[in-house]
C-alpha cells in the first residue's frame, strides 16, 4: 500500500504541477483545440480521483495489503482510517455539492437573463433571429441553453459591417450548437472548489480561450477569417466602462493572429500521441489499485 | 410590460386588458400574465385598492443597463451564464492587433 500511496503522490503531482504549466505553453492546442479540450478534461478528472483515492489509500493502509482487503477489515479502524476517511468523504460531497451549487446558479442566472433580453430586445431576422438590445455600447454574447439566444447591442449592429455581423454571429452561433457551456461547466465548479490552485486557474483559463478557438474556427468554415479578426479588434477596442478593461485582452489578441495566420492542423502521428497521452492521464488513477495487486 | 412602462400611473388588470383591446385577449388571461410578471420580480402589486393594481418594478432602460453590466463583466458569477464574443482590449494590444490586420488588408 506504500508503494500504491507512492504511485498516487507522483501522479497527482504530474497532473498538477508538471502538466498544466506543459500545456499552458505549448503551441499545439493552438492548432488542435479539441485534443486540448481533451486532455484539460483528463487532467481534470484525473485530478480530482487521485486525490480521493490517495486518501482512501492511506486510510485503507492499516487494514490491509490491498484496497479490498482494507475494506474487508474495516472492522479493525484506527485513527488514521477515521480522520483519512472522514476529509475523503468531505472532498467527494464538497465536490459535487459545488458542482450542483454551480449548475443551478448558471442556470438561474441564465433564464434570469433571457426573460429581462426577451423583455426588452427586439428579435432581428435578418440577423438569425438575434435579439438586439438597445444600447449604444458594442457587445455580442450567446446565452447557452434549450432556448438559447443571441444577444447583439445596436452599437455592435452599427460598428460591424454586414459580414462582420454574420462571422460573429456564425462565432455565437456555434457555442450554442456545441454546447460549450457544458464542457466550461465543470471546470467553473472546479474554480469555486479551488480557488488558489494555480492548476485550476491554468486549467479554468485554457478552457474558455480553446472554445473560442473552436468557435472561431466553426464560424472560419463558411466566413472569412480576415472578417472576424476585424470584428474581434472593433468590438475589442471599443470604449469600455473603466473595470472591464484588459480582461480576457490576451486572448483577443492570440485569436486575432490565429484568425489572419492560422497555423496547420496537427498531423495523424503527433494527434494520436495526444489522444493516448490523454486515456492515460484520465486512467492514471487505476494504477493505484493496480500496484498493491501486483507488488 | 409595454402597457405599463407608458401608464403615468399603475394600473388595474382591467385598464390592462383595455389598453391591449385589439390584441383580443381575455381579462383573465391578462390577468393571468400579470399575476406571473409579478412572481418574476418585474412587477410590484398594489393590493391596498380592491381592484389589486400593477406597475413596473424598473424602466426599460433600467433593464438594458443591468443586462449590458453582465455582459461587460461587472457581475462576476454570470461568467458561466453567458459567452462573450470578445472582452475589451489595453491599448498595447489593440497597437498589436491594428498592426496585425494592417498587414493583411
Given at each position: 500500500m506504500l508503494a500504491a500511496a507512492g504511485v498516487l503522490v507522483a501522479c497527482l503531482l504530474l497532473v498538477s504541477l508538471v502538466l498544466p504549466p506543459a500545456v499552458a505553453g505549448a503551441a499545439w492546442p493552438a492548432r488542435a483545440p479539441v485534443l486540448g479540450l481533451l486532455l484539460w478534461q483528463a487532467a481534470g478528472l484525473a485530478g480530482g480521483l487521485l486525490t480521493l483515492l490517495l486518501l482512501a489509500t492511506i486510510a485503507l493502509a492499516p487494514l490491509g495489503d490491498t484496497h479490498v482487503q482494507g475494506l474487508r477489515h474495516?472492522?479493525?479502524?484506527?485513527v488514521v482510517t477515521w480522520v483519512a476517511g472522514a476529509v475523503g468523504l468531505l472532498l467527494l460531497l464538497r465536490l459535487l455539492g459545488v458542482l450542483l451549487v454551480s449548475t443551478w446558479r448558471t442556470l438561474r442566472a441564465r433564464r434570469s437573463n433571457r426573460l429581462l433580453v426577451d423583455l426588452v430586445s427586439e428579435r432581428n431576422l435578418l440577423l438569425r433571429g438575434a435579439s438586439v438590445l438597445d444600447h449604444a455600447l458594442p457587445v455580442a454574447y450567446c446565452l447557452p441553453g434549450l432556448r438559447p439566444r443571441l444577444v447583439l447591442s445596436r452599437g455592435a449592429l452599427s460598428l460591424l459591417s454586414y459580414d462582420e455581423l454574420r462571422a460573429v454571429l456564425a462565432h455565437e452561433e456555434a457555442h450554442l450548437r456545441h454546447r460549450h457551456d457544458l464542457v466550461v461547466l465543470p471546470f467553473v465548479a472546479l474554480g469555486a472548489t479551488f480557488p488558489a490552485l494555480p492548476a485550476v486557474r491554468t486549467a479554468g483559463a485554457e478552457v474558455s480561450l480553446l472554445i473560442e478557438l473552436l468557435a472561431d474556427d466553426r464560424a472560419a468554415r463558411h466566413h472569412e477569417r480576415t472578417h472576424l479578426a476585424r470584428a474581434l479588434w472593433k468590438i475589442g477596442t471599443a470604449e469600455a466602462p473603466s473595470g472591464a478593461l484588459g480582461a480576457g485582452g490576451e486572448d483577443v489578441l492570440l485569436r486575432a493572429r490565429r484568425l489572419l495566420d492560422p497555423p496547420a492542423p496537427l498531423s495523424l502521428g503527433p494527434a494520436s500521441a495526444l489522444v493516448a497521452l490523454a486515456v492515460v492521464v484520465a486512467a492514471s488513477p487505476l494504477l493505484g489499485i493496480a500496484v498493491p495487486l501486483l507488488v | 410590460m409595454e402597457t405599463l412602462w407608458n401608464a403615468p400611473a399603475p394600473l388595474t388588470g382591467r385598464q390592462v386588458a383595455d389598453a391591449l383591446d385589439s390584441h383580443d385577449l381575455a381579462y383573465t388571461t391578462v390577468l393571468t400574465v400579470l399575476s406571473r410578471l409579478k412572481k418574476k420580480g418585474l412587477l410590484s402589486r398594489d393590493a391596498t385598492a380592491r381592484a389589486h393594481t400593477y406597475a413596473a418594478v424598473a424602466s426599460r432602460e433600467d433593464h438594458v443597463a443591468v443586462l449590458m453590466q453582465q455582459a461587460l463583466g461587472h457581475a462576476d458569477d454570470r461568467q458561466a451564464a453567458l459567452q462573450h464574443f470578445a472582452r475589451s482590449v489595453t491599448p498595447a494590444e489593440a497597437d498589436a492587433l491594428r498592426r496585425a490586420l494592417d498587414g493583411i488588408t
Open positions: 474495516l472492522d479493525r479502524a484506527g | -
